[in-house]
Structures are given as structure tokens and as C-alpha cells.
């Protein structure tokens, strides 16, 4: 029998070294008992970069790195197979070239037929991109698990399919108050109130993230002191490629700083309500009183009538200006309140707001006076806001300053500002009082609380000044007699040019409210103001008379029967080539009344009661 020819179902040597020879993947050969190479295949030398030639007869260590070397690894690996018939690991490796492969490496112990060691088989194989590929996945775990670990601002850990807590995080430790040692194993059912753990709540957020993949919710948990937060929470199913659950990722967010914002700020929209129905409600029925004693003030009446009319007036306006304050003051803080934007001069805010106060000046017998440096400085802003500023200011001075006192206003320049101050001799600010003095409801001391109102004024002004880019200080020494001295500053602007205008001669007015004792009152003050005034109670009126009696302005209600005022204005511009000037007089005082006015085409807004200087200026000015 020739070498090729065997019994079936053998193989001889010759089939073995094909069956070898044939293999490209790995690197198969046999080293002596010392470890020189004695065989070498084609997958060798593709694996190892050497020739059949250049390897034979050299010692396997030329394929280990330095540092195996100097540990005696192929020592160790050889005594490993002698003595236990075989050795497997996983490690680098070295080509002839020297790069590094990562090799899968047998290396089994083959004894002769007399059973006495006669070498050793090596088969290799390069798992470089395996290699390769489970770095990155071990990288990427690792930055994933570096950065889970780090994350402060949220509570990130893992459930186990019961629920029980397996991971934590620095942001859990922040968020909940526990170290990893005394909570991992937990339930996680300890984070939650007693009351919302005793309805099973916790096990229903796991059935339903095991049902859909995913729980998201909102509400209390329970930190390690006891104390309790707002919680955004999401859990999260995760599974293996299967589809097998191998637990739930938990991500719990505290919210509780927004939840206190988002209160506040309903707190604040309910409070604006309430303010704009309390100032509505306030308004309508001051305006009758207001209008009927400004009436009786305007006409020959008895001493003592006009006192009492005088008093009537004075209460009416102190009550009108806390309602506007406290309107004012709403709109400030919830951000609703609009600026114009104009050129202001500083000159004629001051005449305006000491005409405005003069009466409460007079009433105490104070002295007021005017000074400045000569300069006329203007700034970019609201002139009715200005005024209010400044008379805010005065009726503060007013208010503390005993009678006989004196008041003093000054206006000057400095390179870029502007500056107002109002000082009077009353008996100043407490020092422990002055850092409250713009806070609101604050009143200083038992001496200024004695004095009532609601401690508006002043955080009003600073809002106030504050929306025109500028600050208010206040000084006082806190010495009865020296008073104290608030000082308005605010950016200047050059002075613009002035162009003049000039007004048509009118006389009828007419007045449309649906009260009847406001718009008695109300047409008693306009023939007092000597206009001819004339009334109707309804819309569809309103558009009859001004069709048909051309009145030269309007006094105009918003809350009307049949139609509403600002439907009365918006068929007046589609009716009526050209309508007459309309005037709002309304309980309605909101900035989006009032702009709702200026969109109607309304030439000004006049809250109720009606600021009788104020009706007179606007007549004035419309009528000539």
C-alpha cells in the first residue's frame, strides 16, 4: 500500500499535513520540548509575517512582547502545558515587523507512543477586531458609566426586575441623601410617602413600564432625612436582544424650585385677577361720589357744604390712589406693565406732579418749593409714569412731615443722568427702618405705621424708576427735624425739537354709562368745567346721538347694554366719516383695558372715579 492509499474511514500523516497546510486562519506548528519552532504552516506565516525558513529552528518567546518576557511567560506556558497537558489564554502578541496582534493562543503537550514528551502543538489565531471591538464597547461603557456616575442633577440608578435597587449615582446621593452602602438592595419603594406606598402605587409604575416600556410621572418623594421634593420621574424597561427584562433604569429629576415657581406664578395670576375685579368693583362706585362732590365743590354752597364736599374729595382720591397703586404695583411684578417711550422733560414732570399733590400740600399747610441748577434735561420714557413717580414721592413727603412743614423739590444735570430729589423736615427714617424702604407693605416704624395706608407708594416708585433704566436711594439720619431726602436718578437724553400743534374749538360732550347716577354725576362735572354735556344709558344710543347730534367728544363706558364700547368705537370707524375724539371712562384699569383702548382708536383712559385735573386737561385740550 502506497502512502496514499489507507483503509477507509482512516487518514494517514499525509492527510493530517494537508488538512494543516490547507488552514490560512490560524497559525498551527510544533515546537520541541524547549519551545523552537519545528513546523511551520501557511496560516503562520500569513499570521506571523515570517518565512518557513526564517522561523524553523528559533524559539517561540520572539513572539511575545517585552513585558511577557520579562515576566518568563513562555516559560510559564510551556511548564503550564508539560504539566497539565494543556494552556489557552488570551493576550498580545508580536510580528515579525513588531506590531501587536491580539491572539487567541493552545498550546497542547503531544507525548509519544512510549508516552514520553515529544513537543508541543500551538495553534493561534488573531482576534484583533474582536479585540478591538470589545475595547470600544468597554470604552463607551465606561464613559456611560463615568458619566451616570458624575451627574449631580439628576437621580440616575438601576432597578432589578422586583424593584430592588442596584446602582447609584452621585446625583442620587445629592438628590435623595443616601450613600451607595445603605441603599443599594432596597426596595425602591422607600422613596415614596407613606401614604402613596401604602395604594401600591410604587408596583403599578413597574407593571407599567414592564407593559409599555416606559413610566413617566410627577409627584412627592421622600428623602433620607424625611423631608420631602417634587419629583420628575421616569422608568424605564430594559432589555436584552431577546427581549428578556433584566430590570428598570430610574431617572428622578427634583423639580421642586420649579413647582414653587410655577405656584408662585399662579399665585400671582390669581392675585392680578383679584386685584383687577377688586379695582373695577372699587372704581364704579367711587366715580358717582367723586364727580358729586367735585360738583359741589365747583359751586356756591354754604362753608360747611364745602368743607364736606373738600373732605369728600380728599377721601375719594386717597382711596383712588391705593386702588391705583395696588393695580400698578400688580402689573409691575407679573411684567404686564408697558412703558411709552417718548422724549419726557423732567421740567414739565415736576410742574405736573406738585400741581397734582399741591391740594394734599395744602391741606397739612406745608410749604413747597422748586429749585435745580438751571438745566432742562430730558429723558426717553413715560411721562404719566414719571408723574406718578414724582407725586408718589411728594404724598410720601406729605404724609411724614407734620403740619407747618416744608418740602423740597430740586432738578439737576450730570454728564449722563438726570437727578430728582424730594426732602422734607419731617422726623426721617429710623436707620433700621431705611434698608425696608422700598419693600413692599413696609412702613418704617410704629411713627409711620400710625399713619396708615398699605406701604405701596415707595416700592411702586422704585419699580417705576427701575423700568426707565434709572435707581432710587433714600438718606436719612433718623434725627426728628432733619427729614429724610429721596433721590431719583435716571439716563438723560438730548432735548428734541418741539413741534407745535393747535386744536379745534369744540363744546358738546357726550356721556355714555349705563349708571345712572355716574353719568349724572359725571355731565354735572363736565357743565361745571363749562362744556354742554349730554347723556345716553346704552351702545346702539350712543351710535344714534353721534349720527345725529355730532357731539365734539365722547365720554365713553366700556360696559354697556346692546353694545359694548369698544364696539360703539369700532362701528364709529366703519359708520362715520369722521367719528369724534372718544375718551374711555370705564372701571376697567388693566393694562390690557387700557391698551385695548388705544386699539380701538380711544384718544385717552380714564379710569373711574375720574380724575377731575385730568377730564379738565383732556377737555381742555380737545375743545380748546
Given at each position: 500500500?502506497?502512502?496514499?492509499?489507507?483503509?477507509?474511514?482512516?487518514?494517514?500523516?499525509?492527510?493530517?499535513?494537508?488538512?494543516?497546510?490547507?488552514?490560512?486562519d490560524?497559525?498551527?506548528?510544533?515546537?520541541?520540548?524547549?519551545?523552537?519552532?519545528?513546523?511551520?504552516?501557511?496560516?503562520?506565516?500569513?499570521?506571523?509575517?515570517?518565512?518557513?525558513?526564517?522561523?524553523?529552528?528559533?524559539?517561540?518567546?520572539?513572539?511575545?512582547?517585552?513585558?511577557?518576557?520579562?515576566k518568563?511567560?513562555?516559560?510559564?506556558?510551556?511548564?503550564?502545558?508539560?504539566?497539565?497537558?494543556?494552556?489557552?489564554?488570551?493576550?498580545?502578541?508580536?510580528?515579525?515587523?513588531?506590531?501587536?496582534?491580539?491572539?487567541?493562543?493552545?498550546?497542547?503537550?503531544?507525548?509519544?507512543?512510549?508516552?514520553?514528551?515529544?513537543?508541543?502543538?500551538?495553534?493561534?489565531?488573531?482576534?484583533?477586531?474582536?479585540?478591538?471591538?470589545?475595547?470600544?464597547?468597554?470604552?463607551?461603557?465606561?464613559r456611560?458609566?463615568?458619566?451616570?456616575?458624575?451627574?449631580?442633577?439628576?437621580?440616575?440608578?438601576?432597578?432589578?426586575?422586583?424593584?430592588?435597587?442596584?446602582?447609584?449615582?452621585?446625583?442620587?446621593?445629592?438628590?435623595?441623601?443616601?450613600e451607595?452602602?445603605?441603599i443599594?438592595?432596597?426596595?425602591?419603594?422607600?422613596?415614596?410617602?407613606?401614604?402613596?406606598?401604602?395604594?401600591?402605587?410604587?408596583?403599578?409604575?413597574?407593571?407599567?413600564?414592564?407593559?409599555?416600556?416606559?413610566?413617566?410621572?410627577?409627584?412627592?418623594?421622600v428623602?433620607?432625612?424625611?423631608?420631602?421634593?417634587w419629583?420628575?420621574?421616569?422608568?424605564?424597561?430594559?432589555?436584552?436582544?431577546?427581549?428578556?427584562?433584566?430590570?428598570?433604569?430610574?431617572?428622578?429629576?427634583?423639580?421642586?424650585?420649579?413647582?414653587?415657581?410655577?405656584?408662585?406664578?399662579?399665585?400671582?395670576?390669581?392675585?392680578?385677577?383679584?386685584?383687577?375685579?377688586?379695582?373695577?368693583?372699587?372704581?364704579?362706585?367711587?366715580?358717582p361720589?367723586?364727580?358729586?362732590a367735585?360738583?359741589?365743590?365747583?359751586?356756591?354752597?354754604?362753608?360747611?357744604?364745602?368743607?364736606?364736599?373738600?373732605?369728600?374729595?380728599?377721601?375719594?382720591?386717597?382711596?383712588?390712589?391705593?386702588?391705583?397703586?395696588?393695580?400698578?404695583?400688580?402689573?409691575?411684578?407679573?411684567?404686564?406693565?408697558?412703558?411709552?417711550?417718548?422724549?419726557?422733560?423732567?421740567?414739565?414732570?415736576?410742574?405736573e406732579?406738585?400741581?397734582?399733590?399741591?391740594?394734599?400740600?395744602?391741606?397739612?399747610?406745608?410749604?413747597?418749593s422748586?429749585?435745580?441748577?438751571?438745566?432742562?434735561?430730558?429723558?426717553?420714557?413715560?411721562?404719566?409714569?414719571?408723574?406718578?413717580?414724582v407725586?408718589?414721592?411728594?404724598?410720601?413727603?406729605?404724609?411724614?412731615?407734620?403740619?407747618q412743614?416744608?418740602?423740597?423739590?430740586?432738578?439737576?444735570?450730570?454728564?449722563?443722568?438726570?437727578?430728582?430729589?424730594?426732602?422734607?423736615?419731617?422726623?426721617?427714617?429710623?436707620?433700621?427702618?431705611?434698608?425696608?424702604?422700598?419693600?413692599?407693605?413696609?412702613?418704617?416704624?410704629?411713627?409711620?405705621?400710625?399713619?396708615?395706608?398699605?406701604?405701596?407708594?415707595?416700592?411702586?416708585v422704585?419699580?417705576?424708576?427701575?423700568?426707565?433704566?434709572?435707581?432710587?436711594?433714600?438718606?436719612?439720619?433718623?434725627?426728628?427735624?432733619?427729614?429724610?431726602?429721596?433721590?431719583?436718578?435716571?439716563?438723560?437724553?438730548?432735548?428734541?425739537?418741539?413741534?407745535?400743534?393747535?386744536?379745534?374749538?369744540?363744546?358738546?360732550?357726550?356721556?355714555?354709562?349705563?349708571?345712572?347716577?355716574?353719568a349724572?354725576?359725571?355731565?354735572?362735572?363736565?357743565?361745571?368745567?363749562?362744556?354742554?354735556?349730554?347723556?345716553?344709558?346704552?351702545?346702539?344710543?350712543?351710535?344714534?346721538?353721534?349720527?345725529?347730534?355730532?357731539?365734539?367728544?365722547?365720554l365713553?363706558?366700556?360696559?354697556?347694554?346692546?353694545?359694548?364700547?369698544?364696539?360703539?368705537?369700532?362701528?364709529?370707524?366703519?359708520?362715520?366719516?369722521?367719528?369724534?375724539?372718544?375718551?374711555?371712562?370705564?372701571?376697567?384699569?388693566?393694562?390690557?383695558?387700557?391698551?385695548?383702548?388705544?386699539?380701538?382708536?380711544?384718544?385717552?383712559?380714564?379710569?373711574?372715579?375720574?380724575?377731575?385735573?385730568?377730564?379738565?386737561?383732556?377737555?381742555?385740550?380737545?375743545?380748546?
Open positions: 500500500m502506497n502512502q496514499l492509499e489507507h483503509p477507509a474511514g482512516t487518514m494517514n500523516d499525509a492527510d493530517y499535513r494537508l488538512i494543516v497546510e490547507s488552514m490560512r490560524y497559525a498551527i506548528f510544533m515546537l520541541d520540548p524547549s519551545g523552537v519552532v519545528l513546523s511551520w504552516n501557511p496560516g503562520a506565516e500569513r499570521l506571523k509575517g515570517y518565512t518557513t525558513p526564517e522561523i524553523i529552528g528559533q524559539h517561540f518567546s520572539r513572539f511575545y512582547p517585552p513585558e511577557l518576557l520579562a518568563e511567560w513562555p516559560r510559564h506556558a510551556l511548564e503550564t502545558a508539560r504539566d497539565t497537558g494543556k494552556f489557552e489564554e488570551e493576550g498580545w502578541r508580536l510580528r515579525k515587523d513588531g506590531t501587536r496582534f491580539w491572539a487567541h493562543v493552545i498550546l497542547t503537550r503531544l507525548d509519544g507512543p512510549d508516552g514520553r514528551l515529544r513537543g508541543f502543538s500551538k495553534f493561534t489565531r488573531d482576534l484583533t477586531e474582536r479585540q478591538q471591538e470589545q475595547e470600544k464597547l468597554r470604552a463607551s461603557e465606561e456611560f458609566r463615568l458619566m451616570v456616575e458624575t451627574v449631580k442633577d439628576y437621580a440616575i440608578f438601576m432597578l432589578d426586575p422586583s424593584g430592588h435597587i442596584v446602582s447609584w449615582n452621585a446625583g442620587a446621593r445629592a438628590t435623595k441623601g443616601y451607595a452602602t445603605e443599594v438592595g432596597k426596595h425602591f419603594s422607600i422613596f415614596y410617602p407613606p401614604e402613596v406606598a401604602a395604594t401600591g402605587f410604587p408596583d403599578h409604575e413597574l407593571k407599567e413600564a414592564y407593559r409599555t416600556g416606559r413610566f413617566e410621572d410627577e409627584g412627592w418623594r428623602r433620607k432625612d424625611g423631608s420631602r421634593f419629583a420628575s420621574v421616569v422608568i424605564t424597561a430594559v432589555r436584552d436582544a431577546s427581549g428578556q427584562l433584566h430590570g428598570y433604569s430610574k431617572v428622578t429629576r427634583d423639580l421642586s424650585d420649579r413647582r414653587k415657581m410655577s405656584q408662585l406664578q399662579d399665585e400671582n395670576q390669581r392675585m392680578n385677577n383679584f386685584l383687577a375685579v377688586l379695582g373695577h368693583e372699587l372704581r364704579n362706585p367711587l366715580a361720589i367723586a364727580n358729586a367735585e360738583v359741589l365743590n365747583r359751586r356756591e354752597q354754604s362753608p360747611a357744604i364745602q368743607r364736606l364736599s373738600q373732605i369728600m374729595l380728599r377721601q375719594v382720591r386717597q382711596i383712588t390712589r391705593l386702588v391705583d397703586d395696588l393695580m400698578d404695583l400688580g402689573r409691575t411684578t407679573g411684567g404686564k406693565i408697558r412703558l411709552e417711550s417718548r422724549p419726557v422733560s423732567l421740567a414739565d414732570v415736576l410742574e406732579a406738585m400741581e397734582s399733590a399741591r391740594p394734599a400740600v395744602l391741606a397739612k399747610s406745608h410749604s413747597i422748586l429749585s435745580g441748577d438751571g438745566s432742562q434735561p430730558w429723558i426717553q420714557g413715560d411721562r404719566a409714569r414719571m408723574v406718578q413717580v407725586v408718589n414721592l411728594l404724598n410720601n413727603a406729605v404724609k411724614f412731615t407734620p403740619p412743614g416744608a418740602i423740597s423739590v430740586s432738578l439737576e444735570s450730570e454728564v449722563e443722568d438726570a437727578l430728582i430729589r424730594v426732602r422734607d423736615n419731617g422726623p426721617g427714617i429710623a436707620p433700621s427702618a431705611l434698608p425696608r424702604v422700598f419693600e413692599m407693605f413696609q412702613q418704617g416704624d410704629e411713627r409711620a405705621r400710625a399713619l396708615g395706608g398699605l406701604g405701596l407708594g415707595l416700592t411702586l422704585r419699580q417705576l424708576v427701575q423700568l426707565h433704566g434709572g435707581e432710587v436711594t433714600a438718606h436719612s439720619s433718623g434725627i426728628a427735624g432733619e427729614g429724610s431726602e429721596f433721590t431719583v436718578r435716571l439716563p438723560r437724553m438730548a432735548a428734541p425739537v418741539v413741534i407745535g400743534s393747535s386744536a379745534e374749538t369744540l363744546k358738546r360732550v357726550l356721556i355714555v354709562d349705563d349708571e345712572e347716577d355716574s349724572e354725576t359725571l355731565s354735572l362735572l363736565v357743565e361745571a368745567m363749562g362744556y354742554e354735556p349730554f347723556s345716553v344709558s346704552d351702545g346702539f344710543r350712543a351710535l344714534e346721538a353721534i349720527k345725529s347730534r355730532h357731539p365734539h367728544v365722547v365713553l363706558d366700556f360696559g354697556l347694554p346692546g353694545l359694548s364700547g369698544l364696539e360703539v368705537a369700532r362701528r364709529l370707524r366703519m359708520e362715520v366719516a369722521d367719528p369724534p375724539p372718544l375718551v374711555a371712562v370705564t372701571g376697567h384699569g388693566q393694562v390690557t383695558d387700557r391698551q385695548a383702548s388705544l386699539n380701538a382708536g380711544f384718544y385717552a383712559h380714564l379710569s373711574k372715579p375720574v380724575d377731575a385735573g385730568e377730564l379738565q386737561r383732556i377737555l381742555d385740550k380737545l375743545l380748546g
